[in-house]
């Protein structure tokens, strides 16, 4: 008890909070030292420190958790308000100042007047995408259904890239012939937020859609049997099923489908009715579509004859 009685005390005039502080960028370590803390003393830190010591600043685990939050509502949101952050989150405006400068520097968002939004690295080309707010919230109902140790196929298209962008704190296998999804994992990486295997197929590069297609791809995939496929196409159509404008692209896309356990088909309402040059597949061996829209009326005939599931990402 004796250690414990010195613990105390030492919290008392506010060295835990000092010493978690120091090491902040070490959840693990600072996890550990709040668990002690709790258990040996009943003194409650908030915002602006404690009632016993004065002055000290909060935990920096829990400073931790708050960006976090900052950063899962900016993804589902595309953007949020340092007004509004004050007012979810009940602490001052210059502890919100201070998480997003925080979370700038770490590359998570980007600040901008009155807010943040995601952070956006430059892509190898620039592209117009009409519906990114649907595409984000598709990408992060997606995303949460990823586990760790997971053999995970993430395919080519923008909500693929956003899945990508959001693996930080997974550590799990990830088999992609997308050069952007690539990019976003490493990325991760190089911040060591993801602590994955990346696996790049290798091929000839589609210069329009920015993955590697052809024979030398299929015959990689013949090595795989995944437990998660996070795919796109171009045309989503309640008769045809699944197309692609791209030879290349429908038959790397056909060779996932037979070698997964879970297909999730990310499609936002502008996909929908579209039938494009080269048909992948029926909805056989769909697990479940994931969309920024209600299931349509006129596909549940369709979907329920192969059991498909209809996940609206709100």
């Known amino acids: 008890m004796k250690a414990a009685t010195v613990f105390v005390k030492l919290s008392f005039c506010g060295f835990p909070l000092i010493f978690a502080e120091k090491y902040?960028?070490?959840?693990?370590?600072?996890?550990?030292?709040?668990?002690?803390?709790?258990?040996?003393?009943?003194?409650?830190?908030?915002?602006?420190?404690?009632?016993?010591?004065?002055?000290g600043r909060e935990v920096s685990l829990i400073g931790e958790e708050r960006?976090?939050?900052?950063?899962?509502?900016?993804?589902?949101?595309?953007?949020?308000k340092t007004s509004e952050l004050i007012e979810r989150l009940n602490v001052s405006g210059e502890s919100i100042r201070r998480y997003l400068e925080e979370l700038e520097k770490e590359h998570r968002i980007k600040r901008v007047y009155g807010g943040a939004v995601l952070h956006q690295s430059v892509s190898f080309q620039p592209m117009m995408i009409s519906?990114?707010?649907?595409?984000?919230?598709?990408?992060?109902?997606?995303?949460?259904?990823?586990?760790?140790?997971?053999?995970?196929?993430?395919?080519?298209?923008?909500?693929?890239?956003?899945?990508?962008?959001?693996l930080r704190g997974r550590n799990l296998t990830v088999v992609t012939p997308s050069l952007m999804v690539a990019k976003a994992l490493f990325e991760q990486r190089a911040k060591g937020v993801f602590t994955g295997d990346i696996q790049l197929l290798g091929g000839t590069i589609d210069p329009k859609h920015l993955?590697?297609?052809?024979?030398?791809?299929?015959?990689?995939?013949?090595?795989?049997?995944?437990?998660?496929?996070?795919?796109?196409?171009?045309?989503?159509?309640?008769?045809?099923?699944?197309?692609?404008?791209?030879?290349?692209?429908?038959?790397?896309?056909?060779?996932?489908l037979d070698q997964t356990r879970q297909c999730y088909l990310l499609a936002d309402h502008t996909q929908f009715n579209q039938q494009k040059r080269y048909r992948v597949s029926d909805f056989s061996?769909?697990?479940?579509?994931?969309?920024?829209?209600?299931?349509?009326?006129d596909w549940k005939r369709a979907l329920a004859e192969y059991e498909v599931e209809w996940r609206f990402a709100p």
């Open 24 to 55: 902040e960028k070490s959840v693990g370590f600072a996890r550990s030292l709040l668990s002690v803390y709790v258990k040996f003393t009943s003194v409650r830190y908030t915002e602006k420190g404690s009632d016993i010591c004065g002055g």
């Open 67 to 80: 960006k976090q939050k900052i950063v899962e509502w900016i993804e589902r949101e595309g953007k949020v």
């Open 131 to 166: 519906n990114m707010d649907g595409i984000r919230r598709i990408a992060y109902t997606a995303f949460q259904l990823v586990e760790d140790d997971m053999l995970l196929y993430i395919g080519h298209g923008v909500a693929p890239e956003q899945v990508a962008a959001r």
């Open 211 to 256: 993955v590697t297609v052809g024979e030398q791809v299929l015959q990689q995939l013949k090595a795989y049997v995944f437990d998660m496929a996070i795919l796109s196409v171009e045309g989503v159509d309640a008769s045809l099923g699944l197309t692609c404008d791209a030879h290349g692209l429908s038959t790397v896309t056909q060779a996932v």
């Open 285 to 297: 061996k769909v697990t479940t579509i994931i969309s920024d829209f209600p299931e349509p009326t």
